[in-house]
């Protein structure tokens, strides 16, 4: 079988098409297909660069993923960083072409071998266990989560109704008030002592004072996207009209900021039917994290949220959702790591000082 790499363009639209109707009719377990209509410009950016690349046997596409190529803090020096989302092979289906996800990560660490992956689900789905196979890192990345409207939290959260008997429980608990007691109790006897008076502002874009705040934070922080105005202000588009933008002010001064999602979820498999804010970044000067976690959990009850979640590696962002009263849960949000980029990174011992959060890969479109 000869495969090949290619950047996908417009003349592999018939191609995709027959691609994409090939996993429709085998019923193929994915929640994305490759887009059959190719924009003439790519999705670029001075700092960022985003396009699809496709496997092709002859002229047929057999697999494919979305790249991000954009500049990383990788121990200590800036990197240009390639991030691989939403692959797909027609081997999920046809184990005629099992190779075909194989040859697509092996030509993309020939090209850049500093690669990563985020979300992927469990860790027993293919993708996770291929890239295992090759000798990448694969971690989790801890989910925490705050209740704001209780009674609607018990109400709609799926894994408390998987059956009749567990329905019934919460929606007594619910009904009752006992369950949104207990939940308010655990949180409030969960938080540490209150956070020092600070202030915020919602702000349309970012500016000097993010670079600021940059400066000093990535000091404490081993791999991150480059947090710079520039880099942000791609990332988190102001067309996005449920992202929105808070900064964090003490003293006068911009200490932290936190780049925040509202979902309205229906009959969803996890959330119900429930409106949910996620802290999908933030950074803050060393040990004001807390005072970021805490305005951004003010700026989404203003937003009548029923939930609060976020998704954090780094030490100090972990500890300050704990000091916040957040539950903890299990995740199947994962990190990947090439095999270059875990040799820049030991994450047995730098997991810590990783800062990894939904903000990054294609964590905003799955939200």
Same mark, same amino acid.
């Given at each position: ?10 003349? =592999?639209? #018939? ?30 950016? *001075? ?19 979305? @790249? ?20 797909? $092979? ?24 500093? /690669?990563? $992956? ?7 789905? &293919?993708?996770?266990?291929? @890239? ?17 409207? !209780? ?24 009904? #009752? ?13 969960? +938080? ?61 001064? +911009?200490?932290?900021?936190?780049? @925040? /999602? ?7 498999? =996890? ?18 994290? &807390? ?7 003010? !700026?989404?009850?203003?937003? $009548? ?14 500890? !300050? ?24 990174? *030991?994450? $047995? ?5 990783? =800062?990894?959060? &939904? ?9």
């Amino acid at each position: 079988m000869q495969l090949r790499l290619e950047i996908l363009g417009k003349e =592999h639209e #018939s191609a995709t098409r027959r691609f994409n109707a090939r996993l429709r009719a085998a019923r193929a377990p994915v929640d994305f297909f490759f887009p059959e209509t190719v924009s003439v410009v790519a999705a670029g950016f *001075p700092l960022v660069s985003k396009r699809y690349y496709v496997v092709l046997e002859g002229d047929e596409v057999r697999g494919g993923a979305y @790249l991000q190529d954009q500049p990383m803090l990788v121990g200590g020096t800036v990197c240009n960083v390639r991030n691989i989302q939403s692959p797909l $092979s027609e081997g999920i289906v046809n184990s005629k072409y099992s190779s075909v996800a194989l040859f697509m990560m092996k030509e993309l660490e020939r090209h850049n071998p500093f /690669l990563y $992956s985020i979300g992927m689900g469990s860790e027993l789905n &293919r993708y996770p266990r291929l @890239l295992k196979a090759l000798g990448w890192t694969v971690a989790t990345v801890p989910l925490f989560f705050r209740v704001r409207r !209780a009674s609607q939290f018990i109400r709609n959260l799926q894994l408390l109704r998987r059956n009749s008997f567990r329905r019934l429980a919460s929606d007594v608990s619910a009904y #009752s008030g006992l369950g949104p007691l207990m939940i308010y109790a655990y949180q409030a006897i969960n +938080a540490k002592r209150a956070i020092p008076a600070a202030s915020y502002d919602r702000v349309h874009r970012f500016d000097g004072w993010a670079d600021e705040i940059w400066d000093v934070a990535r000091r404490e922080i081993s791999f991150s996207i480059e947090h710079t105005s520039t880099v942000l202000n791609v990332l988190f588009p102001v067309k996005c009209e449920r992202l929105s933008r808070i900064r964090i002010i003490v003293d006068g001064v +911009a200490v932290g900021w936190a780049a @925040l /999602l509202i979902s309205n979820f229906h009959d969803h498999r =996890h959330f119900g039917e429930m409106r949910v804010g996620t802290i999908v970044d933030g950074m803050a000067f060393p040990r004001y994290e &807390r005072h970021v976690v805490a305005a951004a959990l003010r !700026a989404l009850s203003e937003d $009548s949220v029923d939930l609060v979640i976020s998704n954090q590696t780094h030490e100090l962002w972990q500890n !300050a959702f704990r000091g916040a009263g957040f539950f903890t849960a299990r995740s199947t949000f994962l990190l990947g790591l090439s095999r270059k980029l875990s040799a820049e990174i *030991p994450i $047995s011992s730098e997991l810590r000082r990783i =800062h990894v959060n &939904r903000a990054d890969g294609d964590g905003l479109s799955t939200l």
